[in-house]
């Protein structure tokens, strides 16, 4: 069995579910490996993000505001879907190595429903697989032993946060998320 790389993933879209609305924005961190045991990295050392066109003309304002971007410069000077996802799945392919590539997100709904979407209509396939995904608010609430509307980041030990702030940029999340994951993979509680 191939050890794990977790790549920690966020997402800034402009709507709740991809297709109608569109991923503005996605930022990628390796968090760490896991063999025998957890190995965390430097989230810093190895990253990922791009701005991306908008695949449609729907939008919420309410959740364009969330990220600041501006959907009409990227409609002009973003980078096309189709492009930022073979970027991105040969950078995981290399990055990884002969590790497998493990999708993490807080909570992975909504990054992984992004993400998994725009590499299948954009590139035919996932570098990731179809479950390579794991959310760190469910690993929190087995861990924790609480229920999972208890796995808030409120709830959580404040050991476990990172020291990054959450500024809905997608690369900062990314490596907040990062150190957070790393975090909760070496926690014995």
């Given at each position: 069995?191939?050890?794990d790389?977790?790549?920690?993933?966020?997402?800034?879209?402009?709507?709740?579910?991809?297709?109608?609305?569109?991923?503005?924005?996605?930022?990628?961190?390796?968090?760490?490996?896991?063999?025998?045991?957890?190995?965390?990295?430097?989230?810093?050392?190895?990253?990922?993000?791009?701005?991306?066109?908008?695949?449609?003309?729907?939008?919420?304002?309410?959740?364009?505001?969330?990220?600041?971007?501006?959907?009409?410069?990227?409609?002009?000077?973003?980078t096309?879907?189709?492009?930022?996802?073979?970027?991105?799945?040969?950078?995981?392919?290399?990055?990884?190595?002969?590790?497998?590539?493990?999708?993490?997100?807080?909570?992975?709904?909504?990054?992984?429903?992004?993400?998994y979407?725009?590499?299948?209509?954009?590139?035919g396939?996932?570098?990731?697989?179809?479950?390579?995904?794991?959310?760190?608010?469910?690993?929190?609430?087995?861990?924790?032993?609480?229920?999972?509307?208890?796995?808030?980041?409120?709830?959580?030990?404040?050991?476990?946060?990172?020291?990054?702030?959450?500024?809905?940029?997608?690369?900062d999340?990314?490596?907040?998320?990062?150190?957070?994951?790393?975090?909760?993979?070496?926690?014995?509680?």
């Amino acid at each position: 069995m191939r050890a794990d790389m977790y790549f920690s993933v966020d997402v800034e879209a402009d709507g709740p579910i991809p297709g109608p609305y569109s991923m503005l924005s996605f930022g990628a961190a390796v968090a760490g490996t896991r063999g025998e045991s957890f190995a965390r990295t430097d989230p810093a050392a190895a990253t990922f993000y791009r701005e991306l066109r908008p695949i449609s003309d729907e939008f919420m304002p309410a959740a364009l505001a969330v990220s600041g971007l501006d959907r009409e410069a990227l409609a002009r000077e973003g980078t096309h879907p189709e492009v930022a996802m073979r970027e991105f799945s040969r950078w995981v392919t290399q990055t990884a190595g002969e590790h497998r590539p493990v999708f993490v997100a807080y909570p992975a709904s909504f990054d992984w429903m992004f993400v998994y979407w725009y590499l299948i209509r954009f590139t035919g396939a996932s570098v990731f697989g179809h479950s390579g995904c794991l959310d760190v608010k469910t690993a929190y609430a087995i861990k924790a032993g609480v229920p999972f509307g208890g796995a808030t980041k409120r709830a959580m030990p404040r050991h476990l946060m990172s020291e990054r702030r959450h500024t809905h940029h997608a690369l900062d999340d990314a490596l907040e998320q990062a150190d957070l994951f790393a975090n909760l993979m070496s926690w014995q509680p």
